[in-house]
């Protein structure tokens, strides 16, 4: 795992040049974890284990990983999605309690334990099922789970890239308002844009993972 190429940056120190409705927001995103109100605990459990394989963070420490599963549940209990689904698919939370299901079906159908039960190896591998649409499970016969996938993926990483944690792998120093962009030039960077540091880009990064394997480049990811 290479380290970010933006070591030492804090996104938060931004924090007094954006407008002030911008920071109460993050702030609450820092220090305001939502109860659960969506998923049962059961639920959390397995998607707290999913959210570790899709978007590990091998190098924080428990306290400092970026939460996700309890804005999930916010997002999905506040109906606060896209409001779009594909031909043939429910809603956005019936998706994601449909997904569940079927992820420990093909779990038990490949292991006979629940995915909580496997480790990281059994459950990536289960996540690939998931991810190419070779799923094994009742739920897979009328949910694609290839799609399903994607609905998942996309919006765990919104959730992950929501968090001033995830900015600051990528150098991005919060939101322009109040201050604004002056220099638009390709490869152009405005004074308190932070600087990559090493040879390591934020591409290169995101390429060694998926080179690495497993779904989405879970295994050996860069987070």
Do not use: C
């Not at 109860?35 to 639920?43: C, D, V």
């Not at 159908?109 to 591998?125: I, K, N, S, W």
Request: net charge negative; charged share 25%; no cysteine.
């Amino acid at each position: 795992m290479k380290p970010s190429p933006y070591p030492g940056f804090d996104p938060m120190r931004e924090s007094e040049a954006w407008e002030d409705r911008d920071r109460a927001l993050v702030l609450s995103r820092l220090h305001d974890i939502p109860a659960l109100r969506f998923f049962s605990p059961e639920e959390a459990q397995l998607l707290d284990a999913v959210v570790d394989r899709l978007i590990p963070q091998p190098d924080r420490a428990p306290d400092d990983r970026v939460v996700v599963t309890p804005f999930l549940d916010q997002m999905l209990f506040d109906d606060d999605t896209d409001g779009f689904r594909k031909d043939g698919m429910p809603w956005d939370q019936e998706v994601w309690r449909q997904a569940l299901i079927g992820i420990d079906q093909t779990s038990n159908a490949r292991y006979g334990r629940r995915f909580v039960e496997l480790d990281a190896t059994q459950q990536d591998d289960v996540l690939s099922a998931f991810q190419s649409g070779e799923a094994e499970g009742a739920v897979w016969r009328h949910l694609p789970s290839a799609a399903v996938f994607t609905k998942v993926i996309e919006q765990v990483v919104s959730v992950y890239y929501a968090h001033p944690s995830a900015w600051a792998e990528i150098g991005w120093p919060g939101p322009a308002s109040r201050r604004g962009y002056m220099r638009t030039g390709y490869g152009q960077l405005d004074p308190w844009r932070p600087r990559e540091i090493g040879s390591a880009s934020s591409v290169q990064l995101v390429e060694i993972s998926e080179s690495v394997g497993g779904p989405s480049g879970s295994v050996g990811g860069t987070h």
